[in-house]
């Protein structure tokens, strides 16, 4: 079976592959040739043309086929590089890239689906889409690479796993790009909390901010030269530019102690990149970073905190209605929600009930309700003057959306209970 023909997807068994006939009959009729062959460029663009100038499902239904398949390998040769220290399960690692059922129809709305067409897809809000396939193939570009390549790529920087992920210590990102996204405050506090060295913090700040511009440069140049994302690595001119009085080494070393030190920090554990020659992204920025330029963070944190809980009094009473409704029939899940309101991780969840991670997961389904929470609450926040930058462009906007929504999920302190886990055990304390 070819790889445009075979869909590779989670299922309570694990990764499997699942053939829909539809995309062979596809094939068959207008595209013979891809019966046979081998996964290609030039094929990934043809059916990519085809599916942009088409209403049909089907030219989009083979590609999602064909990118199921590296999303596979890259999560198979994480888990088997990094399972047995940090413990992480292939199957959670799978939730959040193999979502997709092969469907011809994808949800635009609460109220409506359509088509599963090109698009369909490239008119849904930004944000997070649901199955991951659409987001990888909306926002694919051919100008700056491959398809597999552009699938790690997001899948490598999705939020979601990324959490799933640092919660097991372990950062999907390189230390040249840990030390950029990482503001001063971070690299401080990390070296205060974890860093034994002979150097003053002062002047690990010092070299911290010498990096970044000169890191941005470099990135610059290296994309230019090679029309690679990842890869880079600091040459000795620029490390002797950094710090024309150190050893290059020296500086190298200094610089990889600081990463380290802010991964202990983020992570509770000294653990190493992913793969030092690739980079994930950027680190999602919460709400909570904000600079020392700009409004008080204190009095930022009074106006996110009470949108984020509007949205989610106006938002969540009648989901959790529909699914009280339910709880008298299967116990097992209103004891989810008690678990998920305590703070109890999806996999501690489903070892509690006897039950597949991506049960639980479907069934609190965190990823689409904190994306609609966030985005009311990013709606209210743009009318306020602190907030108003945020309205000026749609990358701005996103940002906010993600921080909003990262602040929802993840705990700003080690042992708090997030916003929206305490808003659904208080709701679950009130039946």
Same mark, same amino acid.
């Given at each position: 079976?070819?790889?445009?023909?075979?869909?590779?997807?989670?299922?309570?068994?694990?990764?499997?592959?699942? &053939?829909?006939?539809?995309?062979?009959? $596809?094939?068959?009729?207008?595209?013979?040739?891809?019966?046979?062959?081998?996964?290609?460029?030039?094929?990934?663009?043809?059916?990519?043309?085809?599916?942009?100038?088409?209403?049909?499902?089907?030219?989009?239904?083979?590609?999602?086929? #064909?990118?199921?398949?590296?999303?596979?390998?890259?999560?198979?040769? *994480?888990?088997?590089?990094?399972?047995?220290?940090?413990?992480?399960?292939?199957?959670?690692?799978?939730?959040?890239?193999?979502?997709?059922?092969?469907?011809? *129809? !994808?949800?635009?709305? /609460?109220?409506?689906?359509?088509? +599963?067409?090109?698009?369909?897809?490239?008119?849904?809000?930004?944000?997070?889409?649901?199955?991951?396939?659409?987001?990888?193939?909306?926002?694919?570009?051919?100008?700056?690479?491959?398809?597999?390549?552009?699938?790690?790529?997001?899948?490598?920087?999705?939020?979601?796993?990324?959490?799933?992920?640092?919660?097991?210590?372990?950062?999907?990102?390189?230390?040249?790009?840990?030390?950029?996204?990482?503001?001063?405050?971070?690299?401080?506090?990390?070296?205060?909390?974890?860093?034994?060295?002979?150097?003053?913090?002062?002047?690990? !700040?010092?070299?911290?901010?010498?990096?970044?511009?000169?890191?941005?440069?470099?990135?610059?140049? $290296?994309?230019?030269?090679?029309? /690679?994302?990842?890869?880079?690595?600091?040459?000795?001119? $620029?490390?002797?530019?950094?710090?024309?009085?150190?050893?290059?080494?020296?500086?190298?070393? #200094?610089?990889?102690?600081?990463?380290?030190?802010? #991964?202990?920090?983020?992570?509770?554990?000294?653990?190493?990149?992913?793969?030092?020659?690739?980079?994930?992204?950027?680190?999602?920025?919460?709400?909570?970073?904000?600079?020392?330029?700009?409004?008080?963070?204190?009095?930022?944190?009074?106006?996110?905190?009470?949108?984020?809980? #509007?949205?989610?009094?106006?938002?969540?009473?009648?989901?959790?209605?529909?699914?009280?409704?339910?709880?008298?029939?299967?116990?097992?899940?209103?004891?989810? $929600?008690?678990?998920?309101?305590?703070?109890?991780?999806?996999?501690?969840?489903?070892?509690?009930?006897?039950?597949?991670?991506?049960?639980?997961?479907?069934?609190?389904?965190? /990823?689409?309700? &904190?994306?609609?929470?966030?985005?009311?609450?990013? !709606?209210?926040?743009?009318?306020?003057?602190? +907030?108003?930058?945020?309205?000026?462009?749609?990358?701005?906007?996103?940002?906010?959306?993600?921080?909003?929504?990262?602040?929802?999920?993840?705990?700003?302190?080690?042992?708090?209970?997030?916003?929206?886990?305490?808003?659904?055990?208080?709701? !679950?304390?009130?039946?």
């Amino acid at each position: 079976m070819g790889p445009y023909q075979e869909l590779r997807m989670l299922t309570l068994q694990g990764i499997c592959g699942k &053939s829909p006939a539809t995309a062979s009959a $596809f094939l068959a009729h207008e595209r013979p040739e891809y019966l046979e062959a081998e996964a290609s460029r030039s094929l990934d663009l043809g059916l990519l043309e085809v599916a942009k100038s088409t209403d049909s499902p089907l030219p989009l239904l083979c590609l999602r086929c #064909r990118l199921s398949h590296p999303l596979e390998a890259w999560l198979k040769a *994480t888990f088997n590089a990094h399972h047995e220290r940090h413990g992480i399960e292939l199957k959670a690692m799978a939730s959040y890239a193999l979502d997709d059922e092969g469907a011809l *129809t !994808i949800r635009r709305s /609460k109220e409506s689906t359509a088509d +599963f067409t090109y698009s369909v897809i490239s008119s849904l809000p930004k944000g997070p889409t649901s199955p991951f396939s659409a987001e990888i193939l909306r926002s694919f570009d051919p100008a700056l690479c491959g398809l597999p390549h552009w699938a790690r790529l997001k899948i490598q920087s999705n939020n979601e796993l990324k959490a799933y992920l640092k919660q097991h210590g372990l950062l999907l990102i390189s230390d040249w790009a840990l030390l950029r996204n990482s503001s001063p405050r971070r690299v401080q506090e990390a070296c205060q909390a974890h860093l034994r060295s002979s150097a003053t913090i002062e002047s690990l !700040i010092a070299l911290h901010s010498g990096f970044m511009p000169l890191y941005d440069l470099a990135k610059q140049e $290296f994309m230019a030269l090679t029309g /690679k994302s990842s890869g880079w690595q600091p040459g000795l001119e $620029f490390l002797q530019q950094l710090d024309p009085a150190q050893e290059p080494f020296n500086t190298k070393e #200094r610089l990889l102690a600081i990463a380290k030190a802010i #991964r202990q920090l983020l992570t509770g554990s000294a653990n190493q990149s992913l793969d030092q020659s690739l980079e994930a992204g950027y680190e999602p920025v919460t709400p909570s970073s904000a600079g020392s330029d700009g409004p008080e963070p204190a009095a930022l944190k009074v106006l996110i905190d009470a949108a984020l809980e #509007r949205a989610m009094d106006n938002l969540l009473p009648a989901v959790m209605q529909k699914e009280a409704i339910k709880f008298s029939k299967d116990e097992g899940r209103k004891l989810a $929600f008690e678990l998920y309101g305590q703070g109890l991780s999806q996999r501690d969840i489903a070892q509690q009930l006897k039950h597949e991670q991506p049960w639980v997961s479907k069934l609190l389904d965190e /990823k689409r309700r &904190s994306t609609e929470i966030a985005i009311a609450a990013a !709606i209210e926040l743009k009318r306020q003057p602190e +907030f108003i930058s945020c309205g000026k462009s749609v990358e701005a906007a996103e940002r906010l959306v993600n921080a909003l929504r990262n602040h929802l999920v993840e705990p700003e302190l080690e042992g708090d209970i997030p916003p929206l886990r305490r808003w659904v055990q208080q709701y !679950i304390n009130q039946l």
